[in-house]
């Protein structure tokens, strides 16, 4: 199993972007039955889930300093999955990171069996 995370790059504070997180190795029919995390980490810091999105019922759940500004989603059809960032704030700057579990529940916590590369994001002006 492989994930490749993009979409990252420098932009200003209040700008947008839109991360995507391409997996490969399993079927369509097993994508769905994954759970899916984005986590972050700073220079210094752990690594923080930002957002997950669960296999069951495709619940979504946010951390607290994104909520109202970040979107998680999933297409199964295409094995992608997308985190749109928006009002980005320099403190959103970081190493964004996908990774999959096969579970019905996601979580926040950065226990999945599958991760991505990462990819960088810079707010500053």
């Known amino acids: 199993v492989q994930l490749q995370a993009s979409g990252g790059g420098l932009v200003q504070p209040g700008g947008s972007l839109r991360l995507s997180c391409a997996v490969s190795g399993v079927s369509g029919f097993s994508f769905q039955n994954y759970a899916i995390g984005w986590f972050r980490q700073a220079p210094g810091e752990e690594r923080e889930g930002v957002s997950c999105?669960?296999?069951?019922?495709?619940?979504?759940y946010y951390a607290d300093s994104v909520e109202d500004r970040f979107t998680i989603s999933r297409d199964n059809d295409k094995n992608m999955a997308y985190l749109q960032m928006n009002s980005l704030k320099p403190e959103d700057t970081a190493v964004y990171y996908c990774a999959i579990e096969r579970a019905e529940l996601c979580t926040l916590v950065p226990r999945y069996r599958y991760w991505g590369q990462g990819t960088q994001v810079t707010v500053s002006s």
């Open positions: 999105v669960s296999s069951s019922d495709g619940s979504t």
